[in-house]
């Protein structure tokens, strides 16, 4: 049972540059989310999914874009990349709203734009 | 509003001591709480958490949060540290019976176990 996967786990981009994050999960889980986490402010979410087809802003969506065409894949786009979206992202899961149930979460893709 | 804090960057303690690692909260209703880990390279796994009932809950390995809901805190403590808990440590907290509130991470606490 993988859990939650996460490609690619490594980029480098130059600014202005376009890029998609891909999460999958093999758990049916409704609820699908993506975070960044930069040094010393812990995992801020960006957008979020209550299902196939639905997705939802969540504290910092500014400058990406998601989709959930299908019910185990939740994508992240950045259209144009900036220096100041150099983080790490995670993608996570989960059966129920997240802060209700547990969530499960993939390993991080790690992004640097120069 | 709802927010989570963990006052300490860093906590360091000796191989076979107790360890504990702070979380305060502040919700205007009740809290669900969790606590998450995260090892080197990996993504957060969860490692226990409190919806109602017994304050004192047990988690993974070894793992175990006090819920005092006076303080409003949720501090995660183990009684004999191991070396393989040196990891990063996240507190989380979401607001009970409120479709609108999101869960909020804490800044995390990086736990240095030493030998």
């Known amino acids: 049972n993988a859990g939650v996967t996460q490609t690619p786990k490594f980029r480098v981009l130059k600014t202005g540059q376009s890029m998609t994050l891909l999460c999958a999960q093999d758990?049916?889980?409704?609820?699908m989310y993506w975070y960044r986490q930069d040094p010393g402010m812990g995992l801020r979410l960006i957008h979020y999914s209550v299902g196939e087809g639905t997705t939802a802003k969540g504290e910092v969506p500014d400058g990406y874009n998601v989709s959930r065409l299908k019910k185990q894949n939740f994508l992240l786009g950045l259209e144009s990349a900036a220096p100041s979206q150099t983080s790490v992202y995670f993608c996570?899961?989960?059966?129920?709203?997240?802060?209700?149930?547990?969530?499960?979460f993939g390993q991080g893709t790690r992004l640097t734009v120069v | 509003a709802q927010s989570v804090a963990q006052p300490e960057d860093q906590v360091n303690v000796a191989e076979g001591n107790p360890l504990t690692v702070k979380c305060t909260y502040s919700v205007s209703g009740n809290p669900y709480l969790f606590w998450y880990v995260q090892y080197p390279n990996r993504g957060l796994q969860f490692l226990l958490k409190?919806?109602?009932?017994?304050?004192l809950v047990k988690g993974s390995y070894g793992f175990e949060a006090e819920f005092n809901k006076s303080q409003t805190s949720f501090h995660l403590k183990k009684p004999s540290a191991l070396v393989s808990d040196s990891a990063l440590y996240f507190c989380a907290v979401r607001e009970i019976y409120s479709s609108a509130s999101k869960i909020i991470f804490g800044s995390g606490t990086r736990l240095s176990i030493r030998p």
């Open positions: 758990m049916n889980h409704e609820y």
């Open positions: 996570a899961s989960s059966y129920s709203m997240m802060g209700d149930t547990e969530a499960f």
């Open positions: 409190y919806i109602t009932g017994d304050n």
